[in-house]
């Protein structure tokens, strides 16, 4: 019901800066919220950045370097200072409500994830 692509991953150098977009489709009556977490190789899937209407939050490791912005149902991150530790599969994330108007539905959606790369 719910799609989400994302795109701007890629391999930057350590200090340098990267971009992430995230588009939501599908039939929805609107998007609560929307985000990005991420996951390591051998670790858990953790928060990076999440929005609503204007209210953001931030994952502790990135508070200061990466903004979070969004425009309707398109969600952006704005990564700076980059550290060999980001490196990890970025996945988009929206809480999105559905159904019908007298059947509503709340639920999370994720994206496929984009790879970001950051070498020293």
């Known amino acids: 019901q719910v799609q989400l692509v994302e795109s701007g991953g890629g391999l930057v150098q350590a200090g340098g800066s990267l971009n992430l977009s995230c588009v939501a489709s599908g039939k929805f009556f609107h998007i609560r919220r929307m985000g990005w977490f991420r996951q390591g190789p051998g670790e858990q899937r953790d928060l990076v950045a999440t929005i609503g209407t204007t209210k953001t939050n931030y994952g502790d490791p990135v508070k200061g370097r990466f903004t979070i912005s969004r425009d309707k149902n398109t969600v952006y991150l704005q990564m700076s200072s980059l550290k060999i530790e980001d490196t990890a599969v970025y996945y988009c994330?929206?809480?999105?409500?559905?159904?019908?108007?007298?059947?509503?539905?709340?639920?999370?959606?994720w994206g496929q994830g984009t790879q970001v790369t950051v070498s020293g």
């Open positions: 994330t929206a809480t999105a409500v559905t159904g019908t108007p007298i059947d509503l539905h709340e639920a999370d959606y």
